[in-house]
């Protein structure tokens, strides 16, 4: 199960940290990504992880303003999203992959969390 936390709404330029929460197994070979979804629009990927923070993967769209990582003691993975533009507004969806390609393509992901609400206001 995965648990993402850590929306809200935030003015362009401001900081936010997304946190996926993994519980009821253990995630050490899988890799974590975040995708997002807005108002209208497909879901896309924003950036993956494989557990052993060995391999990373951004969207162009957030390659050095986004920063994925990991916490092997909380079972958690970190988004920690700067310099934030009205177009990242989007809910945001983490999700495991069990073979850990840490790849941008959804359906590569088995599990997903429930989304958590990303406002980034001009």
């Known amino acids: 199960q995965l648990q993402a936390s850590g929306g809200g709404l935030v003015q362009a330029g401001g900081s936010l940290r997304l946190s996926c929460a993994a519980s009821g197994r253990t995630f050490s070979s899988y890799a974590v990504g975040w995708f997002r979804q807005a108002p209208g629009k497909e879901r896309e990927f924003v950036a993956a992880i494989s557990w052993s923070g060995g391999t990373l993967n951004y969207a162009v769209s957030v390659k050095g303003r986004f920063t994925i990582s990991t916490d092997n003691a909380r079972n958690t993975v970190y988004l920690q999203m700067n310099s934030l533009k009205p177009e990242d507004t989007a809910v945001y969806y983490c999700?495991?992959?069990?073979?850990?390609?840490?790849?941008?393509?959804?359906?590569?992901?088995?599990?997903w969390g429930q989304g958590t609400e990303v406002t980034v206001s001009s």
């Open positions: 999700a495991a992959d069990q073979w850990g390609l840490a790849t941008p393509t959804s359906r590569e992901y088995d599990y």
